[in-house]
């Protein structure tokens, strides 16, 4: 689990960075305005914004963004129709690779999408041909700064969440996809900030990479991936060690 986390943490970091240059901030307004279309304004009675606008928040996008980008999807106000697709296959040595997007123009998504496999020697799958290899988990980032291990291992077992990793730069929680609000409204409620909290997809065995220029390959064929503006998440079963992980997502 640990190079899991190590890459949700580096994930997470770079998304801040982004979020400075507005890039993140589209992704995430996409969201909440889908979600709320689908669901209703009220994060209160839809989960699935109070999810999107808990995400948007800590990654500090102001609220004004927020309750403009509800309004637009709750009222209507925006006439553009996104469509949920998921995209999958494998990538440089042979990393299975499951994309999560929002698109208003299917055939522009999968052309762009299969130009990113193509470029770098991957292969676009169909359906499910890679999506039985990971688990839908919900997962969430804690600063080792914040709380003590064995006071977060209680609040934990009382949320009911998975399991706590503690062995990468920031903790890292997985629980039940359905859990997730609750775990992290527990956290926060005993006065432990989250980081980030998000639903995953994660990998139930690992591809072993330890060649530094696949190694390099692989993680810049997944920038590239997530780079598409449609693309929301993209979730890859990689292992490499942490250091040279570190050393080329810098």
């Given at each position: 689990?640990?190079?899991?986390?190590?890459?949700?943490?580096?994930?997470?970091?770079?998304g801040?960075?982004?979020?400075?240059?507005?890039?993140?901030?589209?992704?995430?307004?996409?969201?909440?305005t889908?979600?709320?279309?689908?669901?209703?304004?009220?994060?209160?009675?839809n989960?699935?914004?109070?999810?999107?606008?808990?995400?948007?928040?800590?990654?500090?996008?102001?609220?004004?963004?927020?309750?403009?980008?509800?309004?637009?999807?709750?009222?209507?106000?925006?006439?553009?129709?996104?469509?949920?697709?998921?995209?999958?296959?494998?990538?440089?040595?042979?990393?299975?690779?499951?994309?999560?997007?929002?698109?208003?123009?299917?055939?522009?998504?999968?052309?762009?999408?299969?130009?990113?496999?193509?470029?770098?020697?991957?292969s676009?799958?169909?359906t499910?041909?890679?999506?039985?290899?990971?688990?839908?988990?919900?997962?969430?980032?804690?600063?080792?700064?914040?709380?003590?291990?064995?006071?977060?291992?209680?609040?934990v077992?009382?949320?009911?969440?998975?399991?706590?990793?503690?062995?990468?730069?920031?903790?890292?929680?997985?629980?039940?996809?359905?859990?997730?609000?609750?775990?992290?409204?527990?956290?926060?409620?005993?006065?432990?900030?989250?980081?980030?909290?998000?639903?995953?997809?994660?990998?139930?065995?690992?591809?072993?990479?330890?060649?530094?220029?696949e190694?390099?390959k692989?993680?810049?064929?997944?920038?590239?991936?997530?780079?598409?503006?449609?693309?929301?998440?993209?979730?890859?079963?990689?292992?490499?060690?942490?250091?040279?992980?570190?050393?080329?997502?810098?």
């Amino acid at each position: 689990m640990s190079g899991h986390s190590k890459w949700s943490s580096i994930k997470h970091k770079k998304g801040l960075k982004d979020a400075k240059r507005g890039k993140l901030f589209t992704k995430l307004i996409r969201e909440v305005t889908v979600a709320a279309r689908m669901g209703g304004g009220d994060p209160a009675a839809n989960p699935r914004l109070r999810l999107a606008v808990g995400v948007a928040r800590e990654n500090n996008m102001p609220q004004d963004t927020i309750t403009r980008a509800i309004a637009r999807g709750a009222g209507g106000g925006d006439d553009t129709h996104y469509e949920e697709v998921v995209y999958e296959g494998y990538g440089p040595a042979k990393v299975a690779v499951v994309i999560e997007a929002l698109t208003d123009n299917r055939n522009r998504t999968v052309a762009s999408i299969r130009h990113t496999f193509g470029k770098y020697n991957g292969s676009l799958g169909s359906t499910n041909s890679v999506q039985f290899m990971f688990d839908r988990k919900g997962t969430l980032l804690i600063a080792k700064e914040a709380v003590d291990e064995d006071r977060l291992t209680e609040l934990v077992l009382e949320a009911e969440a998975d399991d706590l990793d503690a062995s990468g730069e920031e903790y890292f929680i997985t629980c039940e996809p359905e859990h997730l609000e609750a775990v992290r409204s527990h956290l926060e409620e005993a006065g432990v900030p989250v980081l980030a909290a998000e639903l995953s997809r994660l990998p139930q065995t690992r591809v072993p990479i330890a060649d530094r220029e696949e190694a390099q390959k692989v993680l810049q064929f997944l920038e590239t991936l997530e780079e598409d503006d449609d693309v929301q998440k993209v979730f890859a079963n990689f292992d490499m060690d942490d250091a040279l992980l570190a050393e080329l997502a810098s």
